[in-house]
């Protein structure tokens, strides 16, 4: 069974820095993208980032471009999620996502085929 384990989330200050991590297992997606998406109450699920499989180029969403920064451990089959100088508007529960339907990464929720729990960030001013 296919499994994507979000974790690191939590309360900081605005200000502060918080790295996520998603540990997939069930199966490898070191050729794969991966991506960050977050969903904050009464909005839909927004794209913040993602990364390519062996290449690892990445792209980010304009609103955290420059204070989040993704990466990944193919040995570890883990993905993670830098943020730094958080801001209040940054909160949303955080999902990590993989993409077996193409190599090319995506910014659109439905590019991605599996889907981790979510881990809640809060950030207070």
């Known amino acids: 069974q296919v499994q994507l384990v979000e974790s690191g989330g939590g309360l900081v200050q605005a200000g502060a820095s918080l790295r996520l991590s998603c540990a997939a297992s069930g199966r490898t997606f070191s050729n794969n993208p991966m991506g960050w998406f977050r969903q904050a109450p009464g909005k839909e699920r927004e794209f913040v980032g993602c990364?390519?499989?062996?290449?690892?180029?990445?792209l980010y969403a304009d609103s955290v471009k420059g204070r989040f920064t993704i990466s990944r451990d193919n040995a570890k089959n883990t993905l993670y999620l830098q943020m730094n100088s958080l801001k209040p508007d940054d909160t949303a529960v955080y999902y990590c996502?993989?993409?077996?339907?193409?190599?090319?990464?995506?910014?659109?929720?439905?590019?991605?085929?599996?889907w981790g729990q979510g881990t809640q960030v809060t950030v207070s001013s």
């Open positions: 990364i390519s499989g062996i290449v690892r180029g990445t």
């Open positions: 996502a993989a993409r077996t339907q193409s190599r090319a990464i995506s910014t659109i929720a439905g590019g991605y085929d599996y």
